[in-house]
């Protein structure tokens, strides 16, 4: 038993104006690439590379940073390949840096956890993310959207546009209950707030299951809009369809169609972003 946890292969804390690119990581212990506390980062034409049965191998964590743009790279790792953080439970309800005004596009790699995540640890909020234009081989989750009780923080204004994936065992999951804590310290009574959140344009082929769309009890999750999907399944032309509980939002054009917590919107197919 080691009381630390396994390093970053790269971390930059409390910094700004950063350019990573042109660079290949390979084999990181834990989460790859680690801005945590800056802003105006650009990460790209980055090669990430590491076992798919490598644990905690995230490829590139943005946290509690702002302005950050990933873009045109592949990923291949044990966990996540992006997933935008915020802290932890109550050691990130006390820090209180959002992740704001991210940007992730044209990233292509295979995972056995998330293709593009954002969470779980969120305490300190996660807003104005775009990531467009992805492409995930064999998949755990295409797209999981992450939080639980105790984290507290919110995660608002998300939009994933534009996803192909091939090969995925859930194509969409938005989830209050993933994640453990860090400590038993944690507050029951935080709960996430967790409030637009777009999905669209997505095709997936041979996609074991839809996925699953389920906020919390007590704090339900708002405005998620799916539009413009379609997954297909491994057995039948559409994947299983969606389990959905305590949320709200529309759905338009989607297959399979999600669920009756999703009201059928007739609009030209756009959401906006605080239904
Ligand atoms: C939502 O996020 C996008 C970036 O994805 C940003 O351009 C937009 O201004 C945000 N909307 C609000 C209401 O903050």
Not at 42 to 61: E, F, H, Q
Not at 238 to 259: E, L, N, R
């Amino acid at each position: 038993y080691l009381p630390f946890t396994r390093p970053n292969l790269i971390e930059f804390k409390n910094s700004r104006s950063i350019i990573i690119s042109n660079v290949i990581f390979q084999n990181s212990p834990f989460w790859n690439i680690h801005p945590v506390y800056c802003s105006n980062v650009v990460i790209r034409y980055v090669t990430i590379l590491a076992p798919l049965d490598s644990p905690n191998t995230d490829g590139i964590d943005p946290d509690s940073s702002s302005n950050v743009c990933i873009e045109d790279s592949y990923i291949s790792t044990g966990d996540d390949l992006v997933a935008v953080k915020s802290g932890w439970d109550e050691y990130g309800i006390n820090y209180g840096r959002p992740s704001s005004g991210i940007v992730i596009r044209r990233i292509t790699g295979s995972s056995p956890f998330a293709g593009i995540a954002v969470g779980s640890e969120t305490s300190g909020g996660v807003e104005n993310v775009l990531a467009e234009d992805i492409n995930l081989y064999n998949v755990g989750v295409g797209i999981h959207v992450k939080t639980n009780i105790g984290r507290g923080g919110f995660i608002r204004n998300i939009t994933v546009s534009g996803v192909y994936m091939e090969g995925a065992r859930k194509g969409i999951k938005i989830a209050g209950d993933v994640g453990d804590h860090p400590d038993e310290n944690f507050n029951p009574n935080a709960l996430p707030v967790v409030k637009g959140i777009t999905i669209k344009n997505v095709w997936g082929v041979k996609v074991l299951d839809s996925g699953s769309i389920k906020g919390l009890k007590n704090s339900p999750f708002t405005g998620i809009c799916l539009s413009d999907i379609n997954l297909h399944g491994v057995k039948g032309p559409t994947s299983p369809p969606f389990k959905c509980s305590d949320i709200s939002g529309v759905a338009y054009q989607v297959k399979p169609w999600p669920c009756s917590e999703l009201t059928s919107s007739q609009q030209t197919g756009s959401c906006s972003t605080y239904v």
